[in-house]
């Protein structure tokens, strides 16, 4: 009877040694969680939770392939084990393999359809599958949705979802979703730089500026959010901040293309046009595809008195839709009326950024022949008709500044 009562003592205390190691796995940090991996699976090898632990150290790592193996031997052990595909499905999006990840998250759904971590995560994937097409997005919002209906406080699902309906232009829902991430989260910048996005694409300067603020106070890493603040502090014509922003967007991130493009810009109008020729090639050199940095840089040159060498963006660029037009324009290929026919497209917004740049750069087209009148009302027509958030909106309202026409 005694050696029973010893026995079955023996066993619990060795069930209690075995869950305070797999919780000393899941807690500590660095070397000593993964100690305390390593002896929870020595302590019971069959324990699929402990390699999924283990998984997760590694993953923290990002040393994939271990985490990988270690989950895969968590299903081999326990086949319906959704946590294993759950973790399966992160890896495989780590590495970039998009199908493979959604399959290992549905697989988790199906075996626990209340594991909300799953459908946020294959959200994610649909969107990173591809952000632009409308199946792809409107799987990610039905997979957002059923994530927050079952944990409705995971404040990263509400930055996710925003991103989503903010693709889709439902700005609204965008804003409130940046918004109540922030109030579950409040020290994450993500919410507060993508919150001041709205601002921005709604011509809210200062209410942008604050969410930037905020996001580089949180993070002063984050050369998004130079480079956007920076764009606000040009919109309002304030070029040395704007310089600055950029110039710590691009130590940040070197190769910054769209930095050295928007430093460009505020050096030009704020007649460094050395500097900005310097900004606007490095831009063209780091983007050698992107027609506008070309249209951009054959602006500067001729300014400076240098050749502008926009035939050669012909090369690189698909002549058969936007934004050749305008470089047609520009060559004197074609008249700034047919540009503004040409100017159209099936989404209201980008028809509407369409016919902002043939207004621009219409208007330059004009104030390089001398007739100033024609650009000031084309640059006119820009700036009342222009998406706040573009460069070429800062671009015709400064230009107007120089012809002393005002907007």
Known sequence: MLSRVIAIVLVLLSGQALADARQDCFLLDGDAGLEACNKAIAKNPRDGQAYVM???????????EKALADFNKAIQINPKLAAGYNGRGDIARAMGNLDEAIVSYTKAIELNPRHWMAYSYRGLSHWDRDS???????????????????????????????????????????????????????DAAIAYYDRGVIHKIRGDVERSIADYNKAIELDPDYPAAYYNRGFAYQSKGEWDLAIADFT????????????????????LYAGAIPKALADLEQASDLAPKDAYKMLWLDIARKRAGVPGGLMQAILSTDMGKWPAPLIRLQLGQMTPEAVIAAADAPEDHLKAEYVCEANFFGGEFALRQGRRDEAARLFRTAVAGCPPGLSEWVAASAELKVLDAGP
């Open 54 to 64: 283990r998984a997760l150290a590694y993953q923290w790592r990002e040393d994939y």
């Open 132 to 186: 632009f097409d409308p199946r792809s997005l409107n799987l990610a919002l039905a997979d957002y949705n059923k994530a927050i209906e079952l944990n409705p406080n995971y404040a990263p699902v509400y930055t996710n979802r925003g991103n989503v309906y903010l693709r889709m232009r439902e700005l609204e829902r965008a804003m409130a979703d940046y918004t109540r991430s922030i109030e579950l989260e409040p």
């Open 248 to 267: 710590r967007a691009i130590e940040r991130r070197p190769g910054y293309d769209e930095a050295y493009f928007s430093r460009g810009l505020a050096n």
